[in-house]
Protein backbone atom coordinates (compact mmCIF):
# COMPACT_ATOMS: atom_id res chain seq x y z
CA UNK A 1 0.00 0.00 0.00
CA UNK A 2 1.24 3.39 -0.43
CA UNK A 3 0.09 6.62 0.86
CA UNK A 4 0.61 10.07 -0.50
CA UNK A 5 -0.02 13.30 0.76
CA UNK A 6 -0.76 16.44 -1.84
CA UNK A 7 0.28 20.09 -1.11
CA UNK A 8 0.74 23.27 -2.73
CA UNK A 9 -3.07 24.26 -3.86
CA UNK A 10 -4.78 27.21 -3.12
CA UNK A 11 -6.65 30.42 -5.24
CA UNK A 12 -4.47 32.23 -7.88
CA UNK A 13 -5.79 34.49 -10.82
CA UNK A 14 -5.71 33.34 -14.17
CA UNK A 15 -2.32 33.35 -15.83
CA UNK A 16 -0.59 32.87 -12.74
CA UNK A 17 1.54 29.60 -11.35
CA UNK A 18 1.21 26.82 -8.65
CA UNK A 19 3.19 23.81 -7.98
CA UNK A 20 1.57 20.71 -6.58
CA UNK A 21 3.78 18.15 -4.36
CA UNK A 22 2.49 14.58 -3.66
CA UNK A 23 4.45 12.91 -1.18
CA UNK A 24 4.57 9.07 -1.43
CA UNK A 25 5.29 6.68 1.37
CA UNK A 26 4.36 3.33 1.88
CA UNK A 27 5.49 0.65 -0.81
CA UNK A 28 7.06 2.98 -2.70
CA UNK A 29 9.22 -0.34 -4.83
CA UNK A 30 5.80 -1.63 -6.21
CA UNK A 31 4.52 1.81 -8.14
CA UNK A 32 4.99 1.66 -11.55
CA UNK A 33 3.59 4.92 -12.58
CA UNK A 34 2.45 8.12 -10.67
CA UNK A 35 0.01 10.90 -12.23
CA UNK A 36 -2.33 13.54 -11.33
CA UNK A 37 -6.22 14.10 -12.10
CA UNK A 38 -8.35 16.42 -11.53
CA UNK A 39 -12.10 16.93 -10.59
CA UNK A 40 -14.12 19.50 -11.16
CA UNK A 41 -17.92 19.95 -9.63
CA UNK A 42 -20.28 17.57 -11.06
CA UNK A 43 -17.40 15.94 -13.21
CA UNK A 44 -15.93 13.08 -13.45
CA UNK A 45 -12.17 12.27 -12.79
CA UNK A 46 -9.72 12.93 -15.42
CA UNK A 47 -5.76 12.22 -15.69
CA UNK A 48 -3.76 15.75 -16.16
CA UNK A 49 -0.19 14.15 -16.39
CA UNK A 50 1.42 10.83 -15.59
CA UNK A 51 5.03 9.69 -14.94
CA UNK A 52 6.42 6.82 -15.19
CA UNK A 53 9.02 4.62 -12.78
CA UNK A 54 11.45 5.81 -15.59
CA UNK A 55 10.77 9.20 -15.75
CA UNK A 56 8.81 9.24 -19.37
CA UNK A 57 6.01 11.57 -19.16
CA UNK A 58 2.34 11.71 -21.00
CA UNK A 59 -0.17 14.71 -20.81
CA UNK A 60 -3.93 15.33 -21.40
CA UNK A 61 -4.09 17.64 -24.33
CA UNK A 62 -5.96 20.21 -22.21
CA UNK A 63 -2.53 21.06 -20.39
CA UNK A 64 0.16 20.00 -23.19
CA UNK A 65 2.36 23.27 -23.12
CA UNK A 66 0.71 24.62 -19.60
CA UNK A 67 1.58 21.81 -17.47
CA UNK A 68 4.97 19.87 -16.25
CA UNK A 69 4.90 16.64 -14.16
CA UNK A 70 8.50 15.91 -12.92
CA UNK A 71 9.67 13.46 -10.00
CA UNK A 72 12.26 13.75 -7.07
CA UNK A 73 12.86 9.59 -6.46
CA UNK A 74 15.54 10.64 -3.09
CA UNK A 75 12.29 12.94 -1.87
CA UNK A 76 9.82 10.04 -2.90
CA UNK A 77 7.66 12.83 -4.43
CA UNK A 78 6.26 14.02 -7.42
CA UNK A 79 5.43 17.67 -8.92
CA UNK A 80 3.16 19.51 -10.70
CA UNK A 81 4.45 22.56 -12.27
CA UNK A 82 1.19 23.92 -13.32
CA UNK A 83 1.75 27.62 -15.58
CA UNK A 84 -1.06 29.91 -17.16
CA UNK A 85 -3.46 28.61 -15.42
CA UNK A 86 -7.18 29.32 -16.60
CA UNK A 87 -10.15 29.25 -14.80
CA UNK A 88 -11.11 26.21 -16.16
CA UNK A 89 -8.06 24.81 -14.15
CA UNK A 90 -10.30 24.73 -11.04
CA UNK A 91 -11.01 21.23 -9.56
CA UNK A 92 -9.61 19.40 -6.79
CA UNK A 93 -6.10 17.58 -7.99
CA UNK A 94 -5.32 14.21 -6.90
CA UNK A 95 -2.16 12.29 -6.85
CA UNK A 96 -2.48 8.93 -7.89
CA UNK A 97 0.31 6.20 -7.35
CA UNK A 98 -0.27 2.89 -9.25
CA UNK A 99 0.99 -0.38 -8.14
CA UNK A 100 -1.65 -3.11 -8.95
CA UNK A 101 -3.70 -0.81 -8.16
CA UNK A 102 -4.78 3.07 -7.90
CA UNK A 103 -3.79 4.79 -4.84
CA UNK A 104 -5.27 7.81 -4.07
CA UNK A 105 -4.37 11.40 -2.08
CA UNK A 106 -6.70 13.33 -0.28
CA UNK A 107 -6.72 16.16 -2.87
CA UNK A 108 -6.06 18.85 -2.73
CA UNK A 109 -8.34 22.45 -4.05
CA UNK A 110 -6.81 24.67 -7.10
CA UNK A 111 -9.11 27.47 -7.69
CA UNK A 112 -8.76 29.77 -10.66
CA UNK A 113 -10.34 32.88 -10.95
CA UNK A 114 -10.60 35.26 -14.24
Known amino acids: QVQLVESGGGLVQAGESLRLSCAAS????????MGWYRQAPGKQRYLVARITAGGRTSYADFVKGRFIISRDNAKNTVYLQMNSLKPEDTAVYYC????????WGQGTQVTVSS
Open 96 to 103: NAYTNYDN
Open 26 to 33: GSIFSVKF
